[in-house]
């Protein structure tokens, strides 16, 4: 069945099929320099090749083999993805020639080709373990001098080792699936919740911590009202502002309304209710400068009540002034009439004793 096989194949594919077989046991690619039979089995066996790998059509293939015309065909097989040996052809030469002709040494040929190929890879498998140890200990034998160029040396030099750790951590880990990433939110959710609620309390806290805070402020700074009804004799400011008990401070805070009436340049008036609401305004805002205490005082009532104090004191200061300064122009006034009386007095006397004395000469004459 074999044999019927191989005799319905082409003589194309069965070039084709020597080939592949010759490639795959590595001994095709050094007989571009063979002489006679060899060389030009070689030469036919690079142009089925190069025919192979350029893809041409069978017809064409026929041809160029019949034509046999070794100049025109490349020395060598180009380069392609199949890695080939450069073992020489020897005993296959042989072979290939015998399958040529038409006879049963071709099945023979073709049974060496496939022995051969199973004896090499059983070969290759019983060195291999022995080889690895003796190549392990080449390659760290293997080193560069200090004096080589340093590209030789980066060529030598060992591979550097890669740190897999992030890709070995992505490939070992495991995804989370919709069903973890929605209680993983759900978890984020409950904890956000809890740190709100968190903050809500704390701001409720420091909320009302303020307002004890602004409520003390406020009893401290408690605006004293002003007091029913109108002065009387009996009337006392010191009284009614709760500084009955303070002389020191009151003393200050009247000591601060007669500053602040000076520093407005306020011109002085007869009565209190000639001044204007601007006017009272400066002087106000002065006093409550000088003396934050009377901030106290709803209305400014007692500003006014110590302001109307000090004028009244002022003008009874100013009229007493005036008045001894007129009783003491009054007693000036006097002296000097009584000056002017002795005067005259004694020159009325020293006339009349002028008089009775030339009266006393007339009567002794």
């Not at 020897?90 to 080709?113: D, K, N």
């Not at 190929?117 to 034998?141: D, G, V, W």
């Not at 980066?154 to 550097?160: D, F, L």
Request: net charge positive; with cysteine; aromatic share 4%.
């Amino acid at each position: 069945m074999l044999w019927r096989s191989w005799r319905c194949l082409g003589r194309s594919w069965r070039l084709l099929l020597l080939l592949r077989l010759l490639e795959s046991s590595g001994c095709l690619g050094a007989a571009g320099g063979a002489a006679g039979p060899v060389g030009h089995l070689a030469v036919l066996v690079r142009g089925v090749a190069v025919a192979s790998s350029w893809q041409l059509e069978e017809d064409f293939l026929l041809e160029g083999l019949c034509m046999r015309k070794p100049p025109l065909l490349p020395p060598r097989l180009p380069c392609s993805p199949r890695l080939t040996s450069s073992s020489p052809l020897r005993p296959l030469w042989l072979t290939l020639a015998l399958l040529s002709r038409r006879s049963l040494l071709r099945l023979l040929g073709l049974l060496l080709l496939l022995l051969l190929r199973l004896l090499r890879l059983r070969l290759r498998r019983r060195s291999l373990p022995l080889r690895l140890p003796l190549l392990r200990s080449a390659s760290r034998r293997r080193t560069c001098p200090p004096d080589a160029p340093g590209g030789e040396r980066a060529k030598n030099a060992p591979a550097k080792q890669v740190d897999n750790a992030a890709n070995v951590k992505a490939a070992t880990t495991q995804k989370p699936s919709a069903v973890e990433r929605l209680k993983e939110r759900d978890r984020e959710l409950v904890e956000a919740r809890a740190r709100i609620a968190e903050l809500e309390a704390e701001l409720a806290e420091t909320k009302k911590k303020l307002k004890n805070a602004l409520k003390k402020k406020e009893e401290l700074l408690k605006r004293i009202p002003k007091p029913k009804g109108q002065a009387v004799v009996d009337y006392s400011v010191q009284k009614e502002m709760q500084l009955d008990n303070d002389n020191g401070m009151y003393n200050a805070v009247v000591a601060a309304v007669r500053k602040a009436f000076a520093g407005s340049k306020v011109p002085v008036k007869a009565r209190i209710n000639e001044y204007t609401v601007p006017e009272f305004n400066l002087i106000f805002t002065n006093a409550r400068t000088n003396a934050p205490l009377l901030a106290s005082y709803e209305g400014d009532w007692a500003t006014r009540d110590l302001l109307k104090q000090y004028l009244k004191k002022r003008k009874s200061a100013t009229a007493t002034a005036a008045k001894a300064l007129q009783g003491r122009q009054e007693q000036e006034q006097e002296q000097e009439q009584e000056q002017v009386e002795q005067e005259e007095e004694e020159a009325q006397n020293r006339q009349d004793e002028h008089e009775e004395a030339e009266d006393e000469d007339e009567d002794e004459d």
